[in-house]
């Protein structure tokens, strides 16, 4: 990812961004907060973080995670990659000039190949941005375990303007 042309924004702006990219992630989207996922890591890879919960399982004899809360959580996951990559592209840009262009993001496709069952008491989400275009930005996500196990990838698009 190349950054951009311009002055790079301040340690002190780039950590009000960081804040603000993790409050709106954590606590403004209120999905996420159902699905408890935390923000673990911005850069150089989007992580984000989550515990196995009752409410979560999709396979009660099994306790295995439910299909929904995976292909939730890798769509969540590539959304936040691309509003990091947003950040990263836009550098001399203010928090709220980067903020106020997430108004009219959402999902365009969306592929999750479940590998193996969601089984486990920790999981961890990471997103990479394969392609940041105008209108449009491209992303692979991964869920492991904490054993580190391969549970789904993804593949998505998103409309980002």
């Given at each position: 990812m190349t950054h951009a042309a311009g002055p790079r924004r301040s340690a002190d702006e780039q950590a009000r961004l960081d804040a603000a990219l993790t409050d709106l992630f954590e606590r403004r989207i209120s999905f996420n907060q159902v699905l408890g996922l935390r923000v673990t890591q911005l850069l150089p890879q989007v992580r984000l973080a989550f515990d196995m919960r009752p409410e979560l399982v999709g396979h009660y004899l099994y306790g295995r995670l439910h299909g929904g809360v995976i292909s939730a959580t890798l769509d969540a996951t590539g959304g936040f990659a691309l509003m990091v990559a947003i950040g990263e592209k836009h550098a001399d840009e203010t928090t709220e000039q980067i903020m106020h262009r997430f108004a009219r993001m959402g999902t365009i496709?969306?592929?999750?190949?479940?590998?193996?069952?969601?089984?486990?008491?920790?999981?961890?989400?990471?997103?990479?941005?394969?392609?940041?275009?105008?209108?449009?930005?491209?992303?692979?996500?991964?869920?492991?375990?904490?054993?580190g196990t391969l549970v789904a990838t993804g593949a998505a698009a998103y409309m980002i303007s």
């Open positions: 496709d969306l592929r999750i190949d479940y590998l193996r069952p969601g089984i486990g008491q920790h999981f961890v989400a990471s997103a990479e941005v394969t392609r940041l275009g105008g209108r449009v930005g491209s992303t692979l996500m991964r869920l492991v375990n904490e054993q």
